[in-house]
C-alpha cells in the first residue's frame, strides 16, 4: 500500500478525511492516534496540496489562508516546551487559496488571509501524516454566521477539487467536551459518547445525511457531545462531499479523556 503514495498527484479522484485531532501531544507522543494518521498516509495517494478546515479556526465570514509560508501556530496552554517548539514549514498555495475563493463564491464572499497559519488542528495531524512537511496546506475557516446545512453546502461546493489532486481534510472530534471530561488515565466513557459515535457512524455508513446535518433529534448525547460546536462542523464538510456508492473506512475509534472522540472517517 506504500506504493500509492508515489502515485500521480493529478489524474485520480482523491479520498476525503475527517480526522478526530484530541489531545495535541498527538503531534510528538507515540500513541494509537498518531500511528493511526501514520498509515491512513501510507493508503491514500500522495496529494497536490491539503486543504484543511479546522475547528481551530473560526471567523465572521468564510476565509482561506494565502501565503505562501503559513506560520505554525500554538493555540494551546499549559503543555510541556517541547510542543511549543515544535515547527511545521509547510509551503502554502495561494493559486489553491484563490481556487477555493472562485469555488465558494469569489473574492466579494470569502476573504483572503495572510497573516493567518496552521494551527494545531491541522499541523499536529499533518506533522504525523507527511513528516518531511513538503506537502503545501491551506486552511478554510469556520464562519460562525453559518448553520450546520450551509456547513454541508460549502462542503459541496468544494467537490471539484478531489479531481485536482486536493486532499481535503476536516480536523475536529465528534465528540468534544471538556464539561464532562475526565483526565485520569484509566477514565472510563461518558455512557452517551457510545451512543452518539454509532449514530454519526450509521449515518456516514448509510448516507443519512439529514442525520449529520440536525442530530439533535437523537436527544441528550448529541447535546453533550456537541456542546462546542467547532469541533463538530468540519464533518459537515466532509458530509458535504460524500459522494453515493464510495467505501468508507472507519479508525481510531477510541474516546480520550472520557468525553472526546477520536473517530476518523476516510471515504472514497
Not at 126 to 142: E, G, T, W
Not at 163 to 186: K, M, Q
Request: hydrophobic share 40%.
Amino acid at each position: 500500500m506504500r506504493a500509492l503514495i508515489h502515485m500521480a498527484e493529478n489524474d485520480i479522484h482523491m479520498p476525503i478525511l475527517f480526522v478526530g485531532h484530541g489531545n495535541p501531544m498527538n503531534a510528538i507522543e507515540d500513541s494509537t492516534y498518531s500511528r493511526g494518521w501514520e498509515q491512513i498516509a501510507t493508503e491514500i495517494p500522495r496529494p497536490k496540496a491539503v486543504l484543511c478546515i479546522s475547528a481551530h479556526w473560526e471567523t465572521e465570514g468564510p476565509a482561506v489562508i494565502g501565503n505562501e509560508s503559513p506560520r505554525t501556530i500554538h493555540d494551546f496552554g499549559g503543555f510541556p516546551k517541547a510542543l511549543y517548539e515544535v515547527e511545521y514549514p509547510a509551503p502554502g498555495d495561494p493559486a489553491l487559496a484563490a481556487r477555493v475563493q472562485d469555488l465558494l463564491g469569489g473574492s466579494d464572499a470569502i476573504t483572503l488571509y495572510t497573516e493567518w497559519g496552521l494551527d494545531h488542528g491541522t499541523w499536529s495531524v499533518l506533522r504525523r501524516m507527511y513528516p518531511d512537511a513538503s506537502v503545501p496546506v491551506i486552511q478554510l475557516s469556520l464562519d460562525i454566521t453559518l448553520s450546520f446545512p450551509q456547513h454541508y453546502q460549502f462542503g459541496k461546493l468544494l467537490a471539484p477539487l478531489r479531481d485536482e489532486g486536493i486532499l481535503i481534510v476536516g480536523s475536529g472530534n465528534i465528540v468534544h467536551s471538556f464539561y464532562h471530561a475526565d483526565p485520569r488515565s484509566n477514565a472510563v466513557p461518558q455512557p452517551w459518547v457510545g451512543e452518539f459515535v454509532e449514530f454519526i457512524k450509521e449515518a456516514v455508513q448509510d448516507m443519512r445525511h439529514e442525520r449529520i446535518q440536525d442530530p439533535f433529534p437523537l436527544g441528550r448525547s448529541a447535546r453533550n457531545a456537541i456542546n462546542s460546536a467547532e469541533h463538530y462542523k468540519p464533518l459537515l464538510y466532509v458530509a458535504g462531499l460524500q459522494e453515493h456508492g464510495e467505501s468508507v473506512t472507519f479508525y481510531n475509534d477510541g474516546v480520550d479523556m472520557a468525553a472526546f472522540s477520536m473517530l476518523c472517517v476516510k471515504i472514497g
